[in-house]
């Protein structure tokens, strides 16, 4: 494999910077180095090898990395996000006969910039990788794209499968797109109906959690809802077994790498139905689907199947469409050894 430069927004806790970790700690990515614009989690960063820490490049702030990109003086070049995006389309100015991947992630986008951005970056991409089909869907020229599903996992095994207590996690950022209030919400609705359910949340703020924090606090869930720091990528897994319930209440999704996991781990993932999630779940077999703009429903019918028993019929860890999810790294590694032949 010739050098590949993979340009993200920062080595951080996140689904795409998950991703991007296995493919750094990968035993094939000896030519495969990563830039960030904005830096890098510092606890993350000590987390690494020798190795892992030399073939990733950290910079802050937009010039720098793409200085890096320039000085490393790559053969292919990967961009995810609309920040390493604007870069990448810079340096395809400076060095257009450089072949660019971009590697897309949602179904949707967060703002304006991120929606201008991305679309002029897949036009000018000489091949674009999307990590789910629901990615995919809004390309318009689906012939220069393909599926590069980032399931990640960095556990073995699963738990003992549980339903009592109920106790609810999730695992992510606390921004606009994955809708919290209505995860804390349905919870609330649950515990009214009687069922006791507790949730624990783990991540970092990308704006949302004072308005989630005080809901909490005008509403006195303090017992029952719990905020806490993000968890390293590699430990996310470990803490996950703690719990019965995965809870996520997303507006859009890409692959999403945590709900992936949590059925790998054992956990009943209670989510709502989009991006990839409905190609690897199906409600009432592995997974149970709510209604983000009917939560009333969702947690009558919820507290129907724990109450009837019901819910002990699911097959919890079973994974539907196994075939469609091959090992990530393997099937990166493979689709860029194809590309930059």
Known sequence: MNKVIHVINAMEIGGVEVGVLSLLKSSRSKDYNVVTVKGCDSDLYESLSVDEKARLHICD???NALMMILKLKPQLVITSLWRAHLVGLVFGFFKPKIKRVHFEHNAGFS?????????????????????????????NNPDKSLVVPMNVSFSSGKKTTKF??????????????KNILKSIQFVEK?????LHSTLDLYGRDDGELDKLRSYVNVNGLCELVCFHKSIQPTEVEDEMKKYNFYLQTSDFEGMSISVYQSIKNGL??????????PKYTENGVNAFYLSANDLDHSVQVFKKEVISGSIKNYRVGHMINTKDYPCFDEAFFLEVDNFNC
Do not use: M
């Open 61 to 63: 702030g937009y010039f």
């Open 111 to 139: 703002h304006i910039v991120d929606n201008y951005v991305t679309r002029l970056s897949v036009f000018f991409a000489d091949f674009v990788f999307c990590d789910s089909k629901q990615s995919q869907s809004w390309l």
């Open 164 to 177: 009592d207590p109920l106790n609810f996690v999730f695992v992510g950022r606390f921004c606009k797109q």
């Open 190 to 194: 649950l515990n009214l109906s009687g």
């Open 268 to 277: 009943l993932p209670v989510v709502t139905p989009v991006g990839e999630i």
